[in-house]
């Protein structure tokens, strides 16, 4: 029998606890914190004081059952096609959903445990179908996730769960406790970032066969990922990679192997024989690559695993805390847990450290930078990188200088622009400032025939003043426009979108 932590002696209890109020019960611990040992132990210690009590253990894959049923010091049984059993008759039941929902009479079951609560919904498809067959029995839900996609909690007046956890536990604090491996996070440059801009979205991510197709319009960047994650991974054991279909995933697959890489595939439209077989050579032989496409992003138990690659751009939280929790476990000799960020992800979405489950539908501010001399993130309140110990540069409010972040400009300002966060030493050539030369402004005629003030701004070339950068004024005249215009002497530019200069910033002369 496992020896439980004490923070999953206190989470029964609190379990318990809240059974005398409600009968539905949730759970919040972080992936990898051991929530199969959590209520695997709650059911035997039931079932030793009352053993007429009868529990089902609920799970929607087939990987879970064998990984729940080890779990468990005494005899069980299960109820799933996939599996291969089909018995509802012992007082402990572990079944799948699928297999469930088609079951016509029903046995007695006082308890349900419901694992990854957050993919197995009871009020929708058909999670309500096998709840409203059991005659309303209390339910204890597990999740390292307990929000949507979008970051909504999955419990609320509107929901199955109707309060908020009754134990929760950070996944900061348990890496502090040196439960859980620490996580260490990079990114990547902008000739290996994926054009999403264009990619169709639905209600929680990005709609998949379009993000495919962005994908493979830039294949050239996949080969560079593909070499950058074998270039940051030299020193790892074994690596995941994260792919956005089956299709992607072979692809990734094929490079790997052209680089001499050992590599396996895993994917739903493989047998199970074969998945076994992948599984088995990546956990136990040389293999060090595992490309999959979702089937490792919930319950893969594999500590040895210290580095996964996301190759999959994505807007879930759900889904990029679920893949993060992969390289969570402890292992002997495992430092932390490397996540390659290959999808923009953790600029949009944050440090998995700080997702957490809002009622707002308010963007909150991302607290993380990154450093573009060794691409890591690092909290925004760094003055340098903690891992390759570059300071980060931003520019001065003022006068448009850059300076070390945390220090007061030469110009004695202290305040700085926050669009710029993000700048190391190597300060981008796309921020640029110019002295200008000369100035015109002049009346501008639209394609929709509308007119307006134009101005454009030169700098001295060779033997000519080059046109820098244009300004169009909305909602003045021309006249107004030449009365309240004053000339700057310097003007900081940087590149657009779509490859033009625009004006981030001037410098009038004192």
Not at 2 to 16: G, M, N, T, V, W
Not at 253 to 263: A, W
Not at 295 to 319: Q, W
Not at 466 to 494: A, G, M
Request: charged share 25%; glycine share 4%; hydrophobic share 35%.
């Amino acid at each position: 029998m496992f020896e439980l932590r004490h923070y999953q002696k206190s989470a029964i209890r609190a379990i318990f606890r809240e059974l005398h109020t409600t009968n539905n019960v949730l759970v919040d611990a972080p992936v990898a914190s051991g929530k199969t040992v959590m209520f695997t132990r709650l059911v035997e210690m039931v079932q030793k004081e009352k053993p007429n009590v009868r529990f089902l253990v609920l799970v929607n894959k087939n990987v879970l059952i064998d990984q729940t049923r080890k779990k468990f010091s005494v005899p069980v049984s299960v109820y799933s096609a996939g599996y291969g059993e089909k018995d509802l008759t012992h007082p402990i039941v572990i079944a799948s959903v699928q297999s469930l929902a088609n079951v016509e009479n029903m046995p007695r079951f006082d308890a349900v445990c419901v694992d990854e609560v957050h993919q197995l919904r009871l009020d929708k498809g058909l999670g309500k179908k096998v709840y409203d067959k059991l005659f309303a029995p209390k339910v204890i839900g597990f999740t390292g996730t307990p929000f949507y996609p979008c970051g909504r909690p999955i419990w609320g007046f509107d929901e199955f769960f109707k309060r908020p956890p009754c134990y929760s536990l950070k996944m900061k604090d348990m890496v502090a406790s040196g439960y859980l491996a620490p996580l260490k996070l990079a990114g990547q440059n902008d000739e290996q970032a994926i054009d999403v801009s264009n990619v169709k979205k639905n209600k929680h991510d990005y709609v998949i066969l379009d993000l495919e197709r962005a994908i493979f319009k830039s294949s050239d960047k996949v080969r560079l990922q593909v070499k950058d994650i074998i270039k940051r991974t030299l020193a790892r054991k074994k690596v995941a990679v994260l792919c956005v279909s089956i299709r992607h995933a072979q692809y990734v697959n094929d490079l790997l192997k052209k680089e001499n890489q050992k590599s396996v595939i895993l994917h739903s439209k493989m047998r199970q024989e074969h998945q076994d077989k992948n599984k088995n050579e990546f956990m136990n032989g040389d293999v060090k690559f595992l490309i999959s496409v979702l089937i490792i992003s919930t319950g893969f138990d594999f500590p040895m695993m210290d580095a996964i690659a996301i190759c999959r751009p994505t807007r879930s939280k759900v889904l990029f805390v679920q893949a993060v929790g992969r390289v969570l476990r402890t292992y002997p000799g495992k430092e932390n847990g490397l996540v390659l960020d290959y999808g923009n992800i953790v600029p949009h979405l944050g440090h998995p450290y700080e997702i957490r489950a809002s009622h707002t539908t308010i963007k909150q501010k991302i607290s993380i930078k990154m450093c573009i001399s060794c691409m890591n993130y690092a909290p925004c309140s760094s003055a340098t990188c903690p891992e390759c110990g570059t300071p980060f540069m931003v520019m001065c409010s003022s006068c448009f200088e850059m300076k070390k972040y945390g220090e007061r400009c030469t110009c004695g300002s202290t305040r700085h622009r926050d669009d710029y966060k993000n700048l190391t030493a190597e300060i981008s050539k796309q921020f640029e400032k110019h002295y200008i030369e000369d100035v015109k402004i002049y009346e501008y005629t639209a394609k929709s025939g509308r007119k307006m003030p134009r101005i454009d701004y030169y700098v001295k070339c060779v033997g000519f003043n080059r046109l820098l950068v244009s300004e169009f004024i909305f909602n003045q005249t021309l006249e107004q426009t030449k009365q309240r215009f004053k000339r700057p002497k310097f003007v900081t530019t940087r590149k657009n979108s779509k490859g033009y200069n625009e004006i981030v910033g001037k410098q009038y002369s004192t």
